[in-house]
């Protein structure tokens, strides 16, 4: 079973940047879109940055220009760089991972996976 943890989060002044590792656990065959995605108090979960496995990246406006998606495939890990923050970033931020797996019944065969992360708190605050 595919697993992603999430790390880096905690308090930062407006202005300040902080970083977010999610790595990705479990047999996998293949990594496929990775990305960020963030949840405010009483909003829906957005997409932050994704990444694709051709190194593709898609940011939403809000964050164009001050966070930065990379991908490290041979460690399974995705990273994102957040500067110049602003108290409207406050959020937990959750890794989402797709891919392929390999499972056994009997015979090995592979099948796609998404998971998500359980998330990281980023409050920007003075």
């Known amino acids: 079973q595919v697993q992603v943890e999430e790390s880096g989060g905690g308090l930062v002044q407006p202005g300040g940047s902080l970083g977010l590792s999610c790595a990705a656990s479990?047999?996998?065959?293949?990594?496929?879109?990775m990305g960020w995605y963030r949840q405010a108090p009483g909003k829906q979960r957005e997409l932050v940055a994704s990444?694709?496995?051709?190194?593709?990246?898609n940011y939403a406006d809000s964050v164009k220009g001050r966070f930065s998606i990379s991908r490290d495939s041979a460690k399974e890990m995705v990273h994102l760089q957040m500067n110049r923050l602003k108290p409207e970033d406050t959020a937990v931020y959750y890794c989402?991972?797709?891919?392929?797996?390999?499972?056994?019944?009997?015979?090995?065969?592979?099948?796609?996976?998404?998971?998500w992360g359980q998330g990281t708190l980023v409050t920007v605050s003075s």
């Open positions: 989402n991972v797709a891919g392929s797996t390999r499972k056994y019944r009997g015979y090995y065969y592979d099948e796609n996976f998404e998971v």
């Open positions: 479990g047999s996998i065959v293949s990594l496929g879109a």
């Open positions: 990444t694709t496995s051709s190194g593709s990246t």
